[in-house]
């Protein structure tokens, strides 16, 4: 394939300002978690996965047309800052005791490893097969979704954060199938949790930080029960060829 110009606005549309607002929030969240201010770092990471959703839906009410894939690869690319390295140091730096100072980063880790080949698979198979209707392997803003939420909820403790984490990791590498939650009233609800998540910290301590919760729940319904949902369907429908 031949280029005719590697002017980058020829290249860059509305979609990937959401994309890199996406990074954005994902870089200052790192930076906020190496200061340690963890509320503020993962309604950051929150942040991001708002943004990350909204470059496709514009993406799709634009009717981009990305024949060369720069959409696809800028998104990816953010989102392994956002929701690999984000989550990594913000898990390294909120289990940071001890204790068990070498099993944090070797988790922390695994997020970023495990993220970095679930985008570049899905990159792959999108290319090849239809994936309109599924993921598979856990999606990426799940697994950042599910540790912020956690943190904020105040749930959170080391040692089921650790545990949690790695198994979020290994789902995302995985061939379990998750459906792509394509409901407007489930997007809204997700949206309006993860705004009144982000509300200044003291009016969160008057809610009892409910919203984080319903977060928290919600991310482990879609995480457990989701494969199941699928498993069910493809049996109902009978065997098939991938």
Known sequence: MSLDTTRMKDYVSLPDLFSITNASFGFLSIIIAM???L????QFILLAVIFDSLDGWVARKTNRDDECGFGKNIDSLCDVISFGVAPG???YSATLTPDIRYINIIV???IVICGILRLSRFNVISNIGNTR????GLPIPATALLLSSFYLSGLFTTDVALIIMTLSSLLMISTIEYFKPISVKIAGIILILILSVCIPQN????LMNIPAKALFILSLIYII???FMALFTNLKSGPHVR
Do not use: H
């Open 89 to 91: 140091i913000f898990l």
């Open 39 to 42: 509320v503020i770092a993962a």
């Open 225 to 227: 029960f989701m494969p």
């Open 35 to 37: 200061n340690g201010e």
């Open 108 to 110: 922390s880790l695994l």
């Open 203 to 206: 009016i969160q301590i008057y």
């Open 133 to 136: 209707d599924k993921f598979v």
